[in-house]
């Protein structure tokens, strides 16, 4: 076989502007390849197969804004965190400093012993499953290889996912039982922290019902009392003298030092109404929006769901009902029997230890296998 000059010189011409074409792009920064990588695998994704419909076209759009939320989130994660601990302890530094002494200086014996017990089991109560629900872990799925049933594979962890389990996008793994990612919490609620996220929502929304309640007349006076302190504010002291306009500047200068009077209100004292009127707003507008929160979560809860398992159901009820077939939740034993499982109760004392006193009691479950509601229709005879 013999080799022609001008085909060599025709191979050698073509290596060569490859090698250019290499080094040019080479040449770009390596996150503006990722990005031009990234652009063209999500173009592609859109002709993947014929089983791809709108939502895969929009998931596959909007997908730098999703990890652009995730992002975010994940690192505002910690300023939520303190923005609820602030919030807290300002309403928490009010009530000693302002409210307790005019409790004790203005009720009953036994009001007192009423609001003293109350307000500081509600505030145990609430920073208790508040620290439990952002310190405890919600549950992860095994990484090594286990005999452990599963339903599918994670496309993003490439790992077996048990039942109930879904991939949180801020977390970036899967959590068992997933219900939301919560940035209150900077923490995913899942199996093993969801009672006491739960019972963090349920007891501040009892605590700001409270403080809305007992201080709506002292925030009506407090309000009153600024309105007041405004007038006085406005009204000028002395009598107006009129005809006098020549004479300004003539009078010698002892004659025209005019004092104010002080006021009759001190600067605490509108500080005080102040923080009345400031933790009569917060409280009832967090017990508003966090009452609507719990009252949502009490109605999964009873369904025996989660809040992504409510998406899921209803969409296979809706197909199954064209099938002419009723969808029934697997995972719901009756909605009495939903709470028992949820709060962990196994005897009737549970229900003071266990809901009404901070617990730090396990789930039903371990998060990887589940009952299933035919089996069993009656967990805990209580």
């Not at 040449?27 to 939502?55: H, Q």
């Not at 145990?124 to 095994?142: C, E, L, N, R």
Request: charged residues 15%; aromatic residues 12%.
């Amino acid at each position: 076989m013999r080799w022609c000059p001008g085909s060599v010189l025709h191979l050698q011409r073509s290596v060569r502007l490859r090698l250019c074409c290499r080094r040019g792009r080479n040449r770009l920064p390596l996150w503006i390849r990722e990005i031009w990588a990234y652009m063209r695998l999500l173009v592609r994704s859109l002709c993947f197969n014929s089983l791809t419909d709108s939502d895969v076209v929009f998931d596959s759009i909007f997908e730098p804004v999703f990890v652009t939320v995730d992002y975010v989130t994940r690192w505002f994660g910690m300023v939520f965190v303190c923005l609820v601990v602030i919030l807290t302890s300002s309403i928490v530094v009010i009530a000693y400093v302002v409210l307790l002494p005019l409790v004790l200086n203005t009720y009953s014996p036994a009001w007192i012993a009423w609001h003293v017990c109350y307000g500081h089991w509600n505030l145990i109560m609430i920073a208790f499953h508040y620290y439990k629900a952002a310190k405890t872990s919600p549950g992860y799925p095994p990484t090594e290889r286990n005999d452990r049933p599963f339903v599918s594979v994670c496309k993003k962890c490439i790992l077996p996912k048990p039942a109930r389990t879904h991939h949180c996008g801020i977390c970036n793994r899967c959590i068992l039982k997933m219900d939301h990612h919560c940035p209150w919490l900077n923490n995913c609620v899942g199996h093993f922290n969801h009672r006491y996220f739960f019972s963090f929502c349920l007891f501040m929304t009892l605590g700001c019902v409270y403080c809305s309640i007992s201080g709506r007349n002292l925030f009506l006076d407090a309000y009153n009392a600024l309105e007041r302190f405004k007038h006085m504010d406005l009204e000028k002291p002395g009598i107006p003298v009129t005809g006098m306009g020549l004479l300004i500047g003539l009078l010698p200068s002892g004659q025209t030092n005019f004092h104010t009077p002080a006021p009759p209100y001190s600067f605490r004292d509108k500080m005080i109404h102040k923080s009345i009127i400031y933790m009569w707003v917060l409280t009832s507008t967090v017990g508003v929006a966090l009452g609507a929160l719990t009252l949502w979560h009490a109605l999964l809860i009873s369904r025996g769901e989660t809040s992504i398992e409510k998406h899921i159901n209803y969409k296979e009820a809706k197909r199954m009902a064209k099938c002419g077939k009723a969808y029934k939740n697997p995972f719901s034993f009756g909605r009495l029997n939903n709470w028992k499982i949820f709060f962990g109760v196994e005897k009737r004392s549970h229900w003071v230890t266990r809901v009404l006193l901070p617990s730090g009691h396990a789930p039903h479950c371990d998060g990887l296998t589940w009952d299933i509601s035919p089996v069993k229709q009656d967990l805990i005879p209580v």
